[in-house]
């Protein structure tokens, strides 16, 4: 009895201490292109509001060509950059839909970097609570970003949410409002797995503890 109560508090704990099933697809973008991943953009679009003036596209270019970090990957040999070029206002991104367990907690993961020449400028990474909605990604709550006239290099990032939905999207997001210069955002080694339980020692350390217990317990 005492042997078969250690076996499988033993495999209980193993099974607690492995690590989470990775739930989003190709998040480190070694496939070479955005297999997996879904793009959408806001055209026309002005960050000041109408009338849009000067409109132009947000682009998809792996490996990019704007602000290349160093390394141009934290993984592998590819990353994510999304990226004007052009002058013009621009606003779009890459979006992932993933089905989850109501109430469990998730946590997203990786690193993103940044190239801007404006204030106006940014590049987020954050997940909504919903399926894809471009119009809720202004107001999620659970994101990242870096803004603004800068450029940097590879930074970590983590964004946990416990969904209410049994659907969540992991977007990203980059934006130009002014009509000149150029943006781009940098994203690799993207995960996105369930928050482990923390694991819990079952048994007493002290075995002089458990024979006593499993005595009382046969008598």
Known sequence: MKLISLTLMLILFISRSLPAEELLKNGNFETGDTTG??????????GDGAPVESPTHVTIAIPGTIGTPVPPATSGSF???????????????LY??????????Y??????AFYGDDIGDVTIIGILDNSWNPA????ATNKSYISGNTVSSWM???????PTKDVITVFTETRQDWPHGNVAGWYDNLSLRTVPEPTKLLISQNPK???TREEKQNR
């Open 37 to 46: 991943w879904k793009y959408w953009e806001t055209y026309p679009w002005d």
């Open 96 to 105: 992932q839909e993933v089905k989850v367990i109501v109430n469990t907690p």
């Open 107 to 112: 946590i997203l993961t990786g690193q993103m």
């Open 156 to 162: 970590e990032f983590s964004i946990m949410i416990l």
């Open 136 to 139: 809720l990604a202004f107001t």
């Open 209 to 211: 503890n458990n024979s």
């Open 79 to 93: 990353a994510l950059t999304q990226q004007v070029s052009s002058n013009g206002t621009a606003r779009g991104g």
